[in-house]
């Protein structure tokens, strides 16, 4: 090879090192079994009194009481959470990757929360060996996933919220960080990824956009990827993979073991007290070609599994896998000092006395420090993304900057529980179409509605207040007319559209939360607390005390709150709408418009009816006759709107054809309308019930006459 080759591929392997050692699978190891929360609030100077929280945290999360029995008042407070769905691990990890996290989770996942259970003692090989050979047979079709590509997944990786929990590339410079400026590296340890690389890049896609399948517990949780996003990250963690072999698995070349050993050993040595079988935790019996397999795993009951625990209470703080030196066969999770101490000081409070009642407040702040929720948001002064990670938080609208960390970081959640409705919570935690801050690039996971649902009535108790607000949103009250609402919001009115979108549109200032969803997202009581005096319900938010001291006060947020819950048949606020706004447009998702106005042409009764596909015709109520007939587009409505005198409206298309005038007397008796939308108008002629329907056929319309049950046609083309 010639010395101009050399350097081009010493030149590019050099990149390649370089890129690889600043991608997040490289961040610095985790020595002992990691949980997020646990160290980020825990130090070793904690004293005990605030440390022993901390301890039960990392009994529950560590899922103790899978195996340990825990008094019955201990029971809700220390529930495990539910282990990885292993129905299809065989289709996700290779047999090298299983033997490597069998045999000893901490090596080959730093960090990791699983325990290991061989020690190296006689016969162990040969049942990691069967272990791997059952598992390996747990497999399911995945369908192909898109292609992926890696500078897209490299930059949805930094926006969209992963960075909260996991490490950031050292090759990417935040948005708002100068570009001579050096960039910070978090402080708190991240959450361990260290099996992306043992994933193949189907499964790994798969995975990263339904996590919840594989990780029910929702500490992974769903970040709302769509498939070909969950594809492009994959192929940005597959950057330089090189899937690990089990070099000292080979070496030992371990008779095979059979499938079915390996079973009964998933079931004798309790894997089956966290890793459950098909999702929701149902037993899925797997398969081995098309014969089904039948075993004692698949039939162990509840109340076997907790005649196997051992009571928590009585376990001696210097044994088992708080020991200094770990007995064979004991799980080993690797704890470090500090976790140890912790654990000791909460296994010495079980023992001691009862679980405290806790109260609604302490149930919300014990399940968002579960799921690690204040990683991104803060609540009552705890949480929220440290500096060196909340600096990947960016918007994707310019004018959102001025916002300040309003514009780019998820919402303190103070209040929220007297804030959001249910349905709306729901909408937020595990439904669709929640988010109404379309400028903000992170996103709000879900955590699988097991894991929240909880939170809501928790919420709702811990965030009452004793004497809520007034409001009436009956609409009964004069003032509650929308058309005042929509004129306080306006331009004119307290110009809240400078900040508020409404609809489709934006704001004319800086983009701040739309106003669409307002009467189905809040409640009306805080929707009062808030605009009356915002800077307090709501600290560091930029909106103005727009009411404090407003004579008609009361009156004029009832009257916003009836206009924004009509809003979907109302006009935009002045500022926001335009003449387009009021056009009416048949399409075949509407199918028919009826439109009663004044119609120019037709009289102060006219009904106009617009039909998909360019059609459209008038009817005159006065007369009881089609009076016009054109071809087009239907009508503008914009005057009925903006004009209290209401002048004629004038057909927006083209072809205006005017109806013959009847000769005879006719008295109008109304409509009805078809399945299809068309309406068929009645009235008497002559004493005679009559039923008018105007069709549209090619060429024109099919003009239908129904009297005395005899029926008449005719095509009416122009």
């Not at 985790?30 to 605030?50: L, M, R």
């Not at 992170?442 to 809520?468: H, V, Y």
């Not at 399945?675 to 009559?690: A, V």
Request: aromatic letters at 8%; a neutral charge.
């Amino acid at each position: 090879m010639n010395s101009s080759k050399l350097w081009t591929l010493f030149a590019a392997s050099a990149f390649f090192c370089g890129h690889l050692q600043a991608h997040p699978l490289q961040a610095e190891p985790i020595n002992h079994a990691f949980v997020y929360t646990f160290d980020q609030f825990h130090i070793p100077e904690d004293p005990d009194e605030s440390l022993v929280n901390g301890g039960l945290l990392l009994l529950a999360e560590l899922n103790c009481t899978t195996c340990h029995a825990v008094p019955k008042s201990w029971e809700e407070r220390l529930k495990p959470k539910p282990g990885p769905d292993l129905t299809a691990v065989g289709s996700r990890l290779d047999p090298d990757t299983l033997w490597l996290m069998i045999r000893s989770p901490q090596n080959r996942k730093k960090g990791t929360q699983m325990p290991g259970l061989f020690a190296g003692a006689e016969g162990d090989d040969e049942k990691v060996e069967a272990l791997v050979e059952y598992l390996s047979s747990l497999k399911q079709p995945q369908p192909k996933v898109p292609a992926g590509d890696v500078e897209r997944g490299k930059d949805l990786y930094h926006k969209v919220g992963c960075v909260a929990c996991h490490e950031p590339a050292k090759d990417v410079r935040p948005p708002k960080v100068a570009a001579d400026a050096e960039v910070e590296k978090p402080g708190n340890a991240s959450v361990p990824i260290a099996l992306a690389d043992a994933y193949d890049f189907n499964a790994l896609s798969h995975f990263l956009h339904d996590p919840l399948s594989v990780r029910p517990s929702g500490r992974m949780p769903d970040m709302r990827l769509s498939a070909q996003q969950a594809s492009d990250i994959a192929a940005y963690l597959h950057v330089g993979r090189v899937a690990e072999k089990a070099t000292a698995r080979a070496a030992l070349k371990t008779p095979k073991q059979g499938i079915e050993k390996g079973r009964e050993l998933f079931r004798t040595m309790n894997c089956v007290a966290c890793h459950k079988m098909g999702s929701g935790g149902q037993a899925n019996v797997p398969v081995l070609g098309d014969i089904p397999i039948v075993s004692p795993l698949f039939s162990t009951s509840r109340n076997q599994l907790a005649e196997m625990k051992k009571p928590l209470k009585d376990l001696a703080q210097d044994q088992g896998c708080l020991a200094e030196k770990q007995p064979s066969g004991t799980p080993r999770f690797d704890l470090n000092a500090l976790e140890k101490r912790a654990i000791k000081l909460a296994l010495a409070l079980i023992q001691k006395e009862d679980a405290p009642k806790l109260t609604a407040q302490e149930k919300v702040d014990w399940q968002l420090t579960r799921l690690n929720c204040y990683a991104c948001h803060d609540r009552d002064g705890k949480g929220g993304p440290e500096d060196p990670r909340a600096q990947y938080f960016g918007v994707n609208d310019s004018t959102a900057e001025s916002l300040g960390q309003l514009g780019n970081l998820p919402p303190n959640l103070d209040k929220v529980g007297r804030k959001l409705t249910h349905g709306w919570f729901g909408k937020i935690l595990w439904g669709q179409d929640g988010s109404v801050r379309p400028y903000m690039d992170t996103r709000m996971p879900s955590f699988g509605r097991e894991q929240t649902e909880m939170l809501i009535s928790w919420l709702n108790e811990a965030d009452a207040l004793e004497k809520p607000f007034q409001i009436d949103v009956s609409g009964l009250a004069k003032h509650h007319r929308a058309e005042l609402g929509r004129q306080l919001l306006g331009a004119k009115g307290l110009a809240c559209v400078s900040c508020h979108g409404l609809k489709d549109r934006k704001s004319l200032g800086p983009p701040v939360i739309r106003l669409t969803h307002t009467a189905e997202r809040l409640q009306p009581e805080y929707f009062k607390e808030l605009l009356l005096n915002p800077q307090v319900t709501q600290p560091g938010t930029v909106m103005p005390p727009m009411f404090i001291g407003r004579k008609n006060a009361d009156k004029d947020i009832e009257s916003i709150w009836t206009y924004l819950r009509e809003i979907e048949g109302q006009p935009l606020p002045e500022g926001l709408m335009s003449s387009a706004d009021f056009e009416l447009k048949p399409t075949a998702e509407k199918r028919v418009i009826i439109f009663r106005s004044f119609i120019e042409g037709v009289g102060t009764h006219a009904i106009g009816v617009g039909f998909p596909g360019g059609l459209n015709a008038a009817f005159d109520a006065k007369t009881s006759r089609w009076a016009i007939l054109w071809k087009g587009r239907f009508l503008d409505a914009m005057s009925n709107y903006q004009d209290r005198s209401m002048p004629p409206i004038k057909p927006l298309g083209t072809d205006i054809k005017p109806m013959p005038v009847s000769a005879s007397e006719r008295t109008f008796s109304g409509y009805t309308l078809g399945k299809d939308g068309i309406p068929t108008f009645r009235y008497l002629e002559n004493g005679q019930q009559i039923e008018d329907t105007l069709r549209p056929v090619k060429g024109g319309f099919e003009h239908i006459i129904i009297s005395n049950g005899k029926e008449t046609k005719e095509v009416l083309s122009w």
